[in-house]
C-alpha cells in the first residue's frame, strides 16, 4: 500500500512539472553560476569584450547584434559599482539609454531608458542610485512633452522602476557632474552655457542653488577630492581668435564674431574683436584662470591653479583624494600635481613632472588619462599620449619623483588616438593596460619591482573605445573580513591552549554566528535583499558555521588532552599546583600543534 501511494505521489509530482508551459522562461533553470574572475572590458564599435586580467584569454564577447547597436556601438561612458553590475552609456541607441551586465557572469542584462546624450555617470553607494550628467534637450514650445532633463537617476536596486529626471536650465547643456557618498545629500554639475556650478539636492530631486564662476564664461571638465570635500572644476573663458595676434589662432567650428566680451588675457575688456567662447579657447593666451578649486563645505572658491607652463588644464584625482593630476595643454610637456590639504584649505603643489611626449601639437592636451599604482611598496602615476608611443611611469615614492620611459609600439606611427591613450590598472597586480586604438591594439604591461615595466603581451585585432577593471570588490571585502576574524580567532584559540584549568565551554570560545553576520551586514559587506546574489552570503554562512565547528572541536582536544595528562602532571609532590612546570613547554610534546594553527586562509 505505502509502495503504491508513493508511486502515485511521483507520477502527481511528474505531471504537475510536464504540466508547467513551454512559454515559461527557464532562465534561473539554465543558470550555471560560474562566476567570472577579475577582468578587464573592453567596448568598442563592435561590441563588448572581457578579458582575464593578464590579457592572456579572452572570456566573452558581445556582438553588435546582442547589444541591439545597429551598425556600430558607441559608449559615451563606462562604470561599475564594483559588487554587481557594469553600466555603459549607450548613445548607440535610437532613445539613449544605458546598458546593463552582470560583474558575477560578464551577461548583457538590457537596457534602461535615460536622458539625452548620457555623458557622465556616478555611482553612489549608500543611496544604490546610479546618477548620470546629460546634454538634454532645449525646452521650447515644441519639445515641452518630450524633452529630457539634464540629471537623470537610475534606481539601481530596481533597474524596472521609473528613472527621474532634473533640468539645470531650459537650453541645452553640456557638462559633467560630481556625486559621491562623502557629499551627503547634494551633487553638483557644471555648465557649458554659463558661468554657473549648480548644486542638486538628491533627496528631493532637484536644483537648490548655483554659485558664480568670476570672469569666466562656463566650466566643463570637473573632478572631485574626498580626502578635502573639493571640487576642482576647468573654467572656460572668452578669448579673441582667427587674425594674427589673436589669443587663439583659430575659432574652432565656427568662424568666430565680434560682441564678445573678453575678459581675461591680454584681450581683456575688447568686445570689438573677432571672437569665440569655451571649448576653442582652451590653452589660448585668454586662458589665465585655469582649474577653479571650490568647498563643498564652505561653498566658496579656495583657489585657482594653473600648470607650471602654457595655459589651462584638465584636473583629474586619484582614487583616494590625495592628488589631483594637472593635465595642461602645453602640447604635452610637463604634469603637475597638487596635494590635497584640509578642508577649506587652498591644494599645494607636490611634483612638477617634465614628461616630455614628443609629436604633440603645441597648445594642446596630450594626455587624457592615467593610473595610480599602488603596489610593492611604491606609489606610481601612469601617464600616456596617443602622440607618442612611449608610457610614462612617474615613482612619486623618491623624492624628487624617478621618471621611466616604456615603449608601446615598434610602429613608427603614433597606435594611440589624437584624444589621448586609456590606462587601466589592474586593482592589486603587476598588470597595466594601455590601449592602441589606432591599430586596434591593447598594450598589457607587467610592472618590475624597481618602478618600471616592460610589455607583456600585445592584443592584436582589438579595437577599443573605452575600457575598464571590473572585479567584485565587495566579495574582496568579505574575503579580508573572513580572514581578520580567522586571524582574531585563532589568536583567541591560541591564547585558549596555554590555560591549565579546564572549564571553559565550547559555547564560550566559539564564534558568535549571528552576530558576525549582523556586523557583516551593517558594515555593507553582505546584502539581504531580495534580488541579490545569494552567493556570497552562502559562503560567508558556510566558512563562519565550520569555523563555529573547528572552535568547539579544538575546544574539547584541548579539554581531553588537558585530562589524560593526569593529575600528577599539573601538581607537584605536595599535590599543589608546580608554576614552572605548568608555564613551561614540558607538557606540550613537540610534534603537537592545535588545529587554530592551521587556520591559514
Request: charged share 20%.
Amino acid at each position: 500500500m505505502q509502495l503504491r501511494l508513493g508511486l502515485l505521489s511521483v507520477l502527481a509530482g511528474y505531471k504537475m512539472a510536464a504540466a508547467i508551459p513551454a512559454t515559461s522562461d527557464i532562465y534561473y533553470h539554465e543558470q550555471t553560476e560560474q562566476h567570472l574572475p577579475e577582468a578587464v572590458w573592453t567596448f568598442s564599435d563592435k561590441g563588448v569584450t572581457i578579458f582575464t586580467a593578464d590579457g592572456s584569454a579572452e572570456l566573452m564577447t558581445h556582438s553588435n547584434a546582442t547589444l541591439g547597436c545597429g551598425e556600430a556601438c558607441f559608449y559615451f561612458n563606462v562604470a561599475t559599482d564594483g559588487r554587481k553590475y557594469v553600466w555603459g552609456n549607450a548613445i548607440h541607441s535610437a532613445l539613449h539609454r544605458v546598458d546593463v551586465f552582470s560583474l558575477h557572469t560578464g551577461e548583457y542584462l538590457g537596457g534602461v531608458a535615460t536622458c539625452s546624450t548620457p555623458l557622465d555617470m556616478d555611482f553612489i553607494p549608500n543611496r544604490e542610485e546610479l546618477w548620470i550628467r546629460c546634454a538634454g534637450d532645449e525646452l521650447n514650445e515644441n519639445t515641452t512633452e518630450t524633452a529630457t532633463g539634464h540629471l537623470n537617476v537610475i534606481h539601481t536596486n530596481s533597474l524596472g522602476a521609473a528613472s527621474e529626471d532634473i533640468r539645470l536650465t531650459d537650453e541645452r547643456s553640456y557638462g559633467y557632474a560630481v556625486f559621491h557618498s562623502s557629499l551627503g545629500n547634494y551633487g553638483y554639475a557644471t555648465d557649458n552655457t554659463q558661468n554657473k556650478l549648480w548644486k542638486v539636492d538628491l533627496a528631493y530631486r532637484e536644483v537648490v542653488g548655483n554659485f558664480t564662476l568670476e570672469n569666466a564664461h562656463s566650466s566643463y571638465d570637473a573632478t572631485y577630492s574626498p580626502k578635502n570635500k573639493h571640487i576642482f572644476l576647468r573654467s572656460r573663458v572668452c578669448c579673441t581668435c582667427g587674425f594674427e595676434g589673436a589669443d587663439a589662432a583659430t575659432c574652432g567650428r565656427g568662424p568666430g564674431f565680434p560682441g564678445q566680451i573678453i575678459t581675461t588675457g591680454p584681450s581683456a575688456g575688447r568686445a570689438d574683436l573677432n571672437g569665440t567662447c569655451g571649448v576653442s579657447c582652451e590653452g589660448s593666451l585668454a586662458d589665465t584662470i585655469g582649474v577653479m578649486e571650490f568647498d563643498t563645505v564652505s561653498e566658496t572658491f579656495v583657489a585657482n591653479h594653473q600648470p607650471s607652463e602654457g595655459f589651462g588644464a584638465m584636473a583629474q584625482a586619484s582614487p583616494d583624494g590625495q592628488h589631483i593630476v594637472l593635465l595642461a595643454n602645453d602640447g604635452g610637456k610637463n604634469v603637475r600635481v597638487l596635494q590635497a590639504g584640509e578642508n577649506g584649505q587652498a591644494s599645494t603643489v607636490a611634483f612638477d613632472l617634465a614628461v616630455n611626449f614628443e609629436n604633440v601639437p603645441p597648445g594642446e592636451q596630450a594626455i587624457s588619462d592615467f593610473a595610480f599604482i599602488d603596489w610593492n611598496d611604491r606609489t606610481i602615476l601612469a601617464l600616456a599620449s596617443g602622440y607618442d608611443n612611449n608610457l610614462v611611469l612617474a615613482d612619486l615614492s623618491t623624492t624628487p619623483p624617478t621618471i621611466n620611459k616604456v615603449s608601446l609600439s615598434t610602429s613608427a606611427s603614433p597606435t594611440g588616438g589624437t584624444s589621448g591613450r586609456m590606462i587601466e590598472w589592474v586593482y592589486g597586480t603587476e598588470y597595466l593596460w594601455v590601449d592602441g586604438s589606432a591599430n586596434e591594439e591593447i598594450y598589457v604591461l607587467k610592472l618590475d619591482a624597481n618602478g618600471g615595466a616592460a610589455v607583456h603581451h600585445t592584443i592584436s585585432e582589438a579595437p577599443v573605445s573605452k575600457m575598464i577593471y571590473v572585479e567584485n570588490f565587495g566579495q574582496r571585502a568579505v574575503e579580508k573580513l573572513m580572514a581578520e576574524m580567522i586571524a582574531t580567532t585563532q589568536g583567541e584559540v591560541d591564547s585558549d591552549t596555554t590555560e591549565t584549568e579546564g572549564g571553559t565551554s565550547s559555547s564560550d570560545t566559539a564564534p558568535n554566528t549571528d552576530l558576525l553576520l549582523q556586523q557583516m551586514e551593517e558594515a555593507g559587506l553582505l546584502a539581504r535583499e531580495e534580488n541579490d546574489d545569494p552567493s556570497i552570503i552562502a559562503i560567508v554562512a558556510l566558512v563562519i558555521g565550520s569555523l563555529s565547528l573547528l572552535m568547539n572541536i579544538v575546544v574539547i582536544m584541548h579539554y581531553f588532552s588537558s585530562s589524560s595528562t593526569g593529575a600528577s602532571s599539573k601538581l607537584g609532590s605536595t599535590g599543589t599546583p608546580d608554576k614552572e612546570l605548568s608555564n613551561s613547554s614540558a607538557d606540550i610534546p613537540d610534534d603537537s600543534k592545535t588545529l587554530g594553527s592551521k587556520l591559514v586562509a
